[in-house]
C-alpha cells in the first residue's frame, strides 16, 4: 500500500520530519517526507496495509507534545513505488 499525505498544523521547525521517519523506520515503511512552502508537510510512505494505518493514526496524535497536527489529507493506493528506506527532503 501507498499513502501520499499532506499534514497541516504545527508541523514545521517541530522535529516532525526527524520523527516521522523515526516512526517509519519503527513500521518497516519505506518513502520520503519534506517540508512544502505553505507551511504544511508532504509525505509518501509505503509497505504492508497494516502497517501503514497503523503509521497513520501515530501521525495524526502528533509524536510529541511540540507536534501539533491540525488536518491530514491521506490518498491511498495499493500500487508501490518501491521506496528503498525513508529519507528526509
Do not use: C
Request: glycine share 12%; hydrophobic share 30%.
Amino acid at each position: 500500500m501507498l499513502a501520499h499525505v499532506i499534514v497541516s498544523g504545527r508541523v514545521q521547525g517541530v522535529g516532525f520530519r526527524f520523527s516521522t521517519q523515526q516512526q517509519a523506520g519503527h513500521y518497516h515503511l519505506n518513502g520520503w517526507v519534506q517540508n512544502k512552502s505553505d507551511g504544511t508537510v508532504e509525505l509518501e510512505v509505503e509497505g504492508r496495509d497494516r502497517q501503514v494505518h497503523t503509521f497513520l493514526n501515530e501521525l495524526k496524535k502528533g509524536f510529541s507534545p511540540s507536534i501539533k497536527v491540525t488536518d491530514m489529507q491521506v490518498d491511498t493506493q495499493q500500487d508501490e513505488k518501491g521506496y528503498s528506506g525513508f529519507s528526509i527532503k
